[in-house]
């Protein structure tokens, strides 16, 4: 439903026209490819969690580990909102051994390194942009287009 209403949003935005012809010049062979990254991300962030959940000693076989890594990800909220944190936590203590405290702390190691690093890489990122911007003068608007006629 979200979803739904994020790309309902963009297309107003971009003008539903203007955003299908966008979309028309994607380049369809490329698509394998981007899934394949996509898919080395993910598996990338779940070594990292398996990484973490050894450094805090919670044993957890990998196929379940899998699982609650997955169910975690896959919020359809914004950032999981709280979703994310609580099903992790909550599928980590249900499908292991491990102390509320121990799963606890192991959704919130995987959560700094994910989500709130990104977001502090995004602040850092508009901060530059922004100071960036202040230097460059600012561009006289384009005069208007007259049509022969």
Same mark, same amino acid.
């Given at each position: 439903?979200?979803?739904? @209403? ?13 955003? @299908?012809?966008?979309?028309?010049? #994607?380049? @369809?062979?490329?698509?394998?490819? &981007?899934?394949?990254?996509?898919? &080395? @991300?993910?598996?990338?962030? #779940? ?13 957890v076989p990998a196929g379940r580990s899998l699982v609650i890594f997955l169910a975690g990800s896959l919020s359809f909220l914004p950032g999981g909102l709280g ?40 602040? &850092?990122?508009?901060? &530059? ?21």
């Amino acid at each position: 439903m979200l979803a739904a @209403g994020v790309a309902v949003g963009l297309g107003l935005y971009a003008d539903f026209g203007k955003l @299908g012809t966008a979309l028309a010049g #994607f380049r @369809g062979e490329l698509f394998p490819a &981007v899934l394949a990254l996509t898919s &080395v @991300g993910y598996l990338l962030r #779940f070594a990292r969690w398996q990484v973490y959940l050894r450094w805090i000693d919670i044993e957890v076989p990998a196929g379940r580990s899998l699982v609650i890594f997955l169910a975690g990800s896959l919020s359809f909220l914004p950032g999981g909102l709280g979703v994310a944190e609580t099903s992790m936590t909550g599928l980590l203590r249900a499908l292991s051994r491990t102390t509320a405290a121990g799963a606890a702390a192991a959704t919130v190691l995987i959560r700094i390194a994910t989500l709130w690093y990104a977001v502090a890489v995004g602040l &850092v990122a508009l901060a &530059v942009e922004e100071r960036i911007a202040r230097r460059q003068p600012e561009s006289p608007p384009a005069p208007p287009t007259t049509r022969p006629g």
